[in-house]
Each structure stands twice: as C-alpha cells, then as structure tokens.
C-alpha cells in the first residue's frame, strides 16, 4: 500500500477520524446530494446513489486496509441522513454509537458523508481528537458542552469522515438557511456468526453490483412489521435496518433467531 495510505491509517489510529477529500466522481457527488437533500432518514438507503457510494470500489479497499481483513461487510449500525433543512436547529450532545476496547481488535468503522459543503454555520459534526480510546457512560456525556480540542468537520461536497465509531462526537447549532445532510453507516468485519435483516427495497438496491452482493452476504429480508422487535421499530423509526448484533448486545445468529421464533441449523 502506498505511503499516503499508511499515513491516513496512522492518523485514523491516532486520531479516531480522518476526513477522505476528493475519492469519490463529481457525477456520485452530485446524484447523492440531490436524493439527500430530498429524503431523510432511512429512505435514503432505498436509491441508487447511496448503494452507490456504499459500494464505491476505492473506499471499501481503503476499509478492508484500516480493519486488516478483505472480508468486509456493511454494517446498518446507525444507517440514517441526518438532514436539516435550513433555518435555525439546535446542535445535539455528545455521545457515541459503540464502545470499542483498546486491547482488541478493530471490527467496525462508522462513516460520516457529507453529500455538499458544510461551512461553520451549517450545524458541522464536531469529533473529539483521541476520544476514541476511553469509555464513556450516558451520563457522563451528557454532562458535556465545550470541550478543548473539539472539531468542527467543515469540508467541500463529498468528503467522508471515517471513523472510530467510540468516538465522542455532536452536531454543532445549524443558522444558515441552506441544508445540511450527513449520511450516516457503517462497515464491519464479515463473521458469520452475526448478520441483519434488510427491507427488500434496500435488499436489491445494494445487491445491484458484484461487490454489493459481496458487502450485503450476511443480510436476511425481512419487513419491519415481521420481526419480533416490531414495537420498537415503530417507536424508533431510524432503526428500519434491523441488526441483531447491536439491537440486543452481541450476539450469535442462532440465539437471534431463536428469539425471533425461526428454524435454526445446528
């Protein structure tokens, strides 16, 4: 691999994060930030341009390079577009969206698009610098507000911050009256042992491709009304991607679906 590659793997290991300028064409730019800037939520996940960069050839090697394995998967961990329209919203704590301990291997990385340019004004992501490596409770991050040596991530249409996803991160208060969206997934290391369920419009949106079906070969589909969690897909809508490794603790596929009444292969 080439030198600029190990210096951003070193920076991702330092640092948590490292922003990817300029990897993805114009024309995936320009198809993501139309469909962002018109569906929110889950429902991008449905279109085209989202399998699309989810499946960009370049940056799924580049992952395969930071998690040491060609065996990736994409994980629907906190699949979401984080769009505000315009106008004033308030910026949102500190959290993070998994735990990871520094004696173990990585096996997930979450990424943060930003499908146009977000300047200072536009409710940026602000990441922690080193955050990654300690282990943080609900309530001490709520407690929370300006920290030193917080980062705005102010970029051009088409960057992607890739991630630690146990970095402490936040959404800064969004003035400008343009809107800003931030796709938000995530990537793993293939293990059969775990897998999720799929809508079957999102199924055959990212199985379109070779590598899609490649990045998708653990998924199952199944409609949110059909699952046993149906009560708190209707009460937490941006979990439509249901994924029984995070939705219960870490667990076995056998036990998932033993809880979901199904037929299990022993």
């Known amino acids: 691999m080439d030198n600029q590659w190990k210096a951003l793997k070193k920076e991702f290991y330092d640092t948590g994060y490292v922003v990817l300028n300029d990897w993805l064409e114009p024309e995936l730019v320009e198809r993501t930030r139309r469909d962002s800037h018109a569906y929110g939520g889950i429902e991008i996940f449905e279109h085209e341009s989202v399998s699309d960069l989810l499946c960009h050839p370049t940056t799924v090697r580049f992952i395969s ?3 040491e394995t060609p ?5 629907p961990f906190r699949f979401w577009n984080h769009l505000c329209k315009g106008s004033f919203s308030d910026g ?16 997930e990385v979450l990424c943060m698009y930003y499908p146009q340019d977000v300047t200072e ?20 991050t709520a407690k929370l507000g300006w920290i030193r040596g917080q980062q705005k991530v102010v970029v ?38 775990y897998g999720y369920y799929l809508t079957q419009e999102s199924y055959d949106n990212f199985r379109r491709t070779e590598l899609g079906q490649k990045l998708t070969s653990l998924a199952e589909v199944k409609q949110k009304d059909d699952v046993l969690w149906n009560s ?31 037929e299990v292969e022993v």
């Open 121 to 140: 004004d536009m409710g940026p992501t602000m990441l922690l610098p080193g955050s990654h490596r300690r282990l943080y409770s609900p309530a001490q």
């Open 156 to 193: 051009k249409a088409g960057a992607l911050a890739v991630t630690f996803p146990s970095i402490l991160h936040a959404k800064a208060a969004h003035f400008s009256d343009r809107p800003r969206s931030m796709i938000k997934y995530g990537y793993e290391v293939t293990d059969a042992k």
């Open 65 to 67: 390079y930071l998690l």
């Open 232 to 262: 708190y897909w209707k009460s937490h809508d941006s979990y439509t991607f249901q994924d029984f490794k995070h939705q219960i603790g870490v667990v076995g596929r056998a036990l998932r679906k033993h809880l979901d009444h199904e």
């Open 71 to 75: 065996d990736v998967a994409i994980s």
């Open 92 to 107: 949102g704590g500190w959290h993070v969206d998994d735990t990871w301990m520094a004696n173990t291997p990585l096996t």
